[in-house]
């Protein structure tokens, strides 16, 4: 099953629900004409064009732009606000059924009406469609959608989920026009129609380009005329080399973290006319272990790992600080976050714990390990960081690991197959709330494909957060969360990633783009 575990809400608190009952932002027209087209280069692809079946943050970054959800996260904001609706807000107690009342005025890029028709149209087709690689998974909670007259939605939920909102917020909440897409199949032909501040003009293996969406109504005010997005399939020096050479306006996802170093460092005209913006991100990264693995499965073997890993040793030698070290699995920024492996294990190595979570388990030699990595879905620099994990268990003369890399699709089927006891993967959130760092990794039928069950987070904490509207009510059952997956480590987190992109100097507004929310706002661009 592929999430957008690549490189990987709020609901109803009562000022949020003030905030979704009004409503807030300036509506916009899109005019577009405060500034000049923006060319942006990015090293990741788009693999869909078509929000039913997109997954990955390179498609999230199109839908975010062209397609409108019913909901949206402000820039810096973790909380949802209307966006295609004016209003929405749960209407019962339990948090199961969810209404939205839609803005006036509302029209594709086509001309066409958006109505609750294209709503109700938007949500089904997703889920019949169940793709693979789509988003349908969001949403095994949902039973119904109504709409019982044009401008209303009503969502009815199987069971409580708080975060319903949050999810509707999300790149999976795009709303397409039903006159243009097939409620069975997906579309296959390059294009879409949305609703959004842009309209996708063209799309191709080597570029996609956008105008303003003259008919978008909604709370974005758009800064420029347009953006090219150029595709550097993983061409990291190609990105460097273009953005060095004026050939692009912004460079984000894909320079390597020498580069943004170099760059910083380079007093040459060309490095002086180009800025670096730096902005928070959720996007996490663990070491995953298999509970059913003969060496991986034993508690000891994995204590001892979470004592000897020395996070901001690896942070700086491998990604030059332009990460974090990260010591829980909800990640700072994120309601709930702890700091549960740094008080259990410390920050730096301790061998003689390390040695001594060894004896517990029977173990007096070397414990012989090998950590699987893939090599460019989780980052560039992925295998070089699990090569100098092995490197630090090894020097405590405790392990002797080794690292071995497979791509992609060999390794998601290595991992189903249970061939592997120590494994990394990363995680870019769908939404920043603690749930969508614990429920798909703890919950029932959880992603990473481990094994690991705890009968206290799947039949108590997840069940009881997820009713909860007023989510700062549920920090103490996700600090009890967290402490539970430091005591029987099932993942040991590694560093939660820094957002950057580097611009022209004549180039603005970079700083409304990264943040927690992983929505890029092409909006919040401008050129002088």
């Not at 190609?238 to 020498?258: F, S, T």
């Not at 060894?358 to 992925?382: E, F, H, M, N, Q």
């Not at 022209?504 to 943040?515: A, I, P, R, T």
Request: charged share 25%.
């Amino acid at each position: 099953m592929n999430r957008r575990n690549q490189w990987l809400a709020l609901p109803l608190t009562g000022g949020l629900a003030a905030a979704l009952l009004t409503g807030c932002g300036t509506e916009s027209g899109g005019a577009g004409d405060t500034g000049d087209a923006v060319v942006m280069g990015m090293s990741d692809d788009v693999l869909a064009t078509d929000p039913a079946s997109g997954y990955d943050p390179g498609s999230w970054l199109l839908f975010n732009n062209v397609f409108q959800s019913l909901l949206s996260f402000p820039k810096g904001a973790t909380e949802p606000e209307p966006e295609a609706a004016k209003s929405c807000a749960f209407t019962d107690t339990e948090t199961k059924v969810f209404k939205c009342e839609l803005r006036d005025g509302l029209k594709f890029s086509n001309g066409n009406e958006l109505t609750s028709k294209d709503v109700k149209f938007s949500f089904d087709r997703m889920r019949k469609i169940n793709d693979d690689t789509g988003p349908a998974i969001m949403f095994p909670m949902l039973d119904s959608v109504r709409t019982p007259d044009a401008k209303t939605v009503v969502f009815r939920l199987k069971y409580a989920d708080a975060t319903f909102p949050s999810k509707v917020a999300s790149g999976a909440g795009s709303i397409v026009d039903h006159r243009e897409y097939d409620m069975n199949a997906l579309r296959e032909d390059g294009k879409a129609v949305g609703s959004g501040p842009y309209k996708l003009d063209s799309f191709g293996k080597e570029e996609a380009n956008f105008s303003v969406n003259s008919s978008y109504k909604g709370t974005a005010k758009v800064k420029n005329e347009g953006v090219a997005l150029k595709f550097f399939h993983g061409d990291q020096k190609g990105l460097k080399k273009a953005l060095l050479a004026h050939d692009i306006d912004v460079a984000y996802r894909g320079l390597a973290a020498a580069d943004i170093a170099d760059i910083e460092q380079d007093t040459s005209e060309a490095g002086r006319a180009v800025d670096i913006v730096e902005g928070s991100s959720a996007e996490v990264q663990h070491l995953v272990f298999n509970m059913k693995d003969p060496v991986a499965g034993k508690l000891g073997v994995r204590k001892a790992m979470a004592y000897l890993l020395d996070r901001e040793a690896l942070v700086q030698e491998v990604y030059q600080n332009t990460a974090t070290p990260l010591y829980s699995i909800v990640p700072a920024g994120i309601g709930g976050h702890n700091t549960a492996f740094f008080d259990t294990y410390g920050a730096r190595p301790q061998r003689a714990k390390a040695a001594s979570a060894l004896r517990g388990a029977g173990i007096d030699g070397k414990v012989k390990l090998t950590l699987w990595s893939t090599p460019t879905r989780y980052g560039p620099a992925t295998d070089q960081e699990l090569k100098a994990i092995a490197k630090q268990l090894n020097a405590s003369g405790l392990f002797d690991a080794d690292v071995k890399s497979v791509e992609f699709e060999q390794y998601e089927k290595d991992i189903a197959a249970g061939k592997y006891g120590v494994y990394v993967k990363g995680w870019v959130p769908d939404y920043p709330d603690p749930d969508n760092f614990t429920q798909p990794f703890f919950g029932k039928g959880n992603v990473l494909g481990n094994h690991f069950e705890n009968s206290e987070i799947t039949g108590k904490i997840i069940p009881g957060t997820a009713t909860e509207s007023d989510r700062t009510k549920t920090d103490k059952q996700y600090s009890a969360l967290q402490d539970i997956v430091a005591e029987q480590v099932p993942v040991l987190p590694v560093w939660q990633a820094k957002q950057y992109a580097v611009v022209q100097d004549n180039v603005y507004g970079l700083e409304s783009c990264l943040d927690a929310s992983t929505v890029f706002r092409f909006w919040e661009i401008s050129k002088g």
